[in-house]
């Protein structure tokens, strides 16, 4: 199972927003809704942003939401704050019963 | 709370095997499924295995399929993970994860640094 496929680095200045996307194929992303996105800060376990495309857990900020179209989802987060400068991962559960994560983003608020 | 505590770090000779536990709590234990996932250093996150904690079910990525197995102990809630014929490329941080009601895995353990060096 290949990685997803997503941008290697993605920067903003603070207020902006920055949109990362994460393109599998009808296999994964484009066959589920089960698309989640994690924040991962440097040395420390990933923490789960979005679920389901674009569910939001409670204590998780609004400025953060995700979309899907056919094979590519997408994680935008607007009003761009330093403490979202981390890396982000998505994954997909897929055909095989299995679950894959993308390569990873890394977000630089300027 | 739901919480997810793994066993101390690890150093281990390449050709030697592993086994790292993750301790439930918060939660009935066999009711959801618990994930592994790995995260060799400046690498990105790697699926490795689930296992379905009620009935034992496991279902193992294809590149660790026979070296990697995953158990649970249900009196203890507890699940491992054993991987055999470590290699160098086999140093990473070991998650593990609860996939629960949702779709997304949440929350993670704190990670368990496994370092394979001759």
């Known amino acids: 199972q290949s990685a997803l496929t997503q941008p290697a680095s993605v920067s903003g200045s603070p207020g902006q927003s920055i949109t990362i996307s994460c393109t599998g194929t009808?296999?994964?992303?484009?066959?589920?809704?089960?698309v989640s996105w994690y924040q991962q800060h440097s040395g420390k376990a990933p923490k789960v942003m979005i679920y389901?495309?674009?569910n939001r857990p409670s204590e998780i900020s609004n400025r953060f939401s995700g979309s899907k179209s056919g094979n590519t989802a997408s994680l935008t987060i607007s009003g761009l704050q330093a403490e979202d400068e981390a890396d982000y991962y998505c994954s997909s559960y897929t055909s095989s019963s299995t679950w894959v994560f993308g390569g990873g983003t890394k977000v630089t608020v300027l | 709370q739901v919480q997810l505590v793994q066993s101390g770090a690890e150093v281990k000779k390449p050709g030697a095997s592993v086994k790292i536990s993750c301790k439930a709590s918060?939660?009935?234990?066999?009711?959801?499924?618990l994930h592994w996932v790995r995260q060799a250093p400046g690498q990105r996150l790697e699926w490795m295995a689930w296992?379905?904690?009620?009935?034992?079910?496991?279902k193992y990525s294809q590149k660790l399929q026979g070296r990697l197995t995953i158990t649970r102990d249900t009196s203890a809630s507890i699940a491992y993970m054993e991987l055999s014929s470590l290699s160098s490329e086999d140093t990473a941080v070991y998650y593990c994860a609860l996939r629960a009601a949702v779709a997304a895995f949440d929350p993670w353990g704190q990670g368990t640094l496994v370092t394979v060096s001759s």
């Open positions: 918060g939660y009935t234990f066999t009711s959801y499924n």
């Open positions: 296992i379905n904690a009620g009935n034992g079910k496991t």
């Open positions: 009808s296999s994964d992303v484009g066959g589920y809704n089960y």
């Open positions: 389901e495309v674009s």
